[in-house]
């Protein structure tokens, strides 16, 4: 297992000590973008780590969020993209069908791209009806980590969010990780 982090806005500094992946939060909906999103990946990718970016999924307007994120994320070839499925803050959530298309969508846009769902235990059991998860599944679950508590096969756990998010991934070195990203 891989030991990893995920960041946005709120986390101005992180450590990389015995971190072999850190997952940064690009955009959210149609207009938002992480202004520190390029800092953290500088930082990340100095301590060689795998790198990736997610994008907050708002319900509707799903091919301009696509677009959206793929614009204005500082993606290379080999980062991993990620979709964070969950209620916003304003209390709505898009549908299943929305996901689908978004995580569809941006591996049309980004086709040398894997294309992961992260979503929480609640979302995949009780909202999916497809089990359509890109290239993998991220799942967070805060319980032991390594140990979600789910029948589908997943490639990272979020484990906790004290102090910060944690996950692990299911690759047994940061090379088998980084040539999986790379396709």
Known sequence: MLHGIDVSSHQSSFDTDGVDFVIIKATEGRTYVNPRQAA?????RK???V??????LWPG??????RHFTRESPARPGDL???DWE???AGTRAGNAEKDRFIREVKKLRPDHRVLLYCNRHFWLQYDATSYAGDGLWIADYVTAGRPRIEADWLIHQYTDVPLDKDVADFPDRERMRAWAAG
């Open 87 to 89: 209620t916003t803050g």
């Open 47 to 49: 301590a060689g780590c």
């Open 40 to 44: 953290q990946a500088r930082r990340a």
């Open 81 to 83: 993209l990620a979709v």
């Open 51 to 56: 790198v990736g970016f997610y994008h907050f």
């Open 61 to 66: 307007h799903i091919v301009e969020q696509a």
